[in-house]
């Protein structure tokens, strides 16, 4: 469940991310990959929400961690987000599906239900990537 | 097949690529002589209030897209759980899968704590979604329980809105049920009286507003349980239509009756081993 009230918290939320255009190698657009660029394509986020949800998690992440900072302490959100790294890391290769068991438990995503959950399930998208280059992809060696 | 422009996997939930294709869609085709089909709304009216034993919900029965009714007796009172039910107004598949999801949600928590969910956490988890989508999802509800505080009615607006009132109205026809909700309301009624008013209310609004009509459907909820009457008063203006358009047996006499057998003879037979490991 989300804070409530301490939006005075949240001064510096996570920055405009993914929606300059796609840098390849070199710092040029990857024409190869993702096509023409076009500046009012990728200047404009087209849906009213489709900025507030890209980031909406870290958001919340973010406000939650700064209230329990001024609650309890810094210990507390560092334990916590020692916690989420150290469950983070237990997935399988970057092609396959990860259950993300200990993350959700963590998070107290497993006792909740909402759009993720219903819309788009990634066990049944209709793309499938190459591993090779998703493997390089994860490990920055793209 | 492997794409390789597909460098992660696609996050869950909603997904916005088709937006700018649609926007391009609408422009083109409203020059033009077709329209986008229009959401079903269900341009309500729906009412409730909190009486002395409980809390009465009703609301009526008509789904409109556009101008044309689209369902004559549609299910507008959602069940939420054993004690709370929730009447919605708006587009008709957010109020259903909005009031769903809650639903699960209450579901899980009373399954983990073991206890019945109260109205205040119905509302906060509703007030938390609609105010994340920012009134995309168009939905107006009006929540009516029983718990261990009390009996309780809420009305929660699709940007986020909430109130708790004693007696309330949404919908296209809320003016007029309201003005009936005002006139006769009293607190502390008895529970006939407060099906009797909820039914005026919801008849006001039926006959003063296009975008609601048919049957009236009742809810009452109790500290005992719930009395979902799905048909408390039916339109008199109900189409004498049958539904099903097919014959009886019998219907045309059998005149004459002639039967010719065909001879076949077996020419070839070949079997083929279907292999059940």
Redesign the interface.
Known sequence: MNTRGLRSQLKDSVPVTGMGPQVGAYGVQDTLRSGFSSVKNELLPSHVLELSEKNFQLNQDKMNFSTLRNIQGLHAPLKLQMEYRAARQIQRLPFLQSSHLALDTLKGNDESISFEDILNDPAQSEMMGEPHIMVEYKLGMM | ????????????????EN??RN?ALESLLEGGHTKTPKPMKTGTTIAGLVCKEGVVLGADTRATSGEVVADKMCAKIHYISPNIYCCGAGTAADTEKTTD?LS??LT??SM?SGRNPRVVMAV?ILQ??LF???G?IGASLILGGVDCNGNHLYTVGPYGSIDNVPYLAMGSGDLAALGILEDRFKPNMEMEEAKELVRDAIHSGIMSDLGSGNNIDICVITKQGVDYIRAYQESEYKDKRQKRYRYGPGTTSILTEKIVPLDLEVVQETVQRMDTA
């Open positions: 097949m492997a794409l390789s422009n597909v460098l992660q996997i696609p996050t869950s939930g909603f997904n916005f937006v700018a926007v999801l699960s949600n899980i928590f983990n906060n938390d979604m994340r989508y920012q995309q």
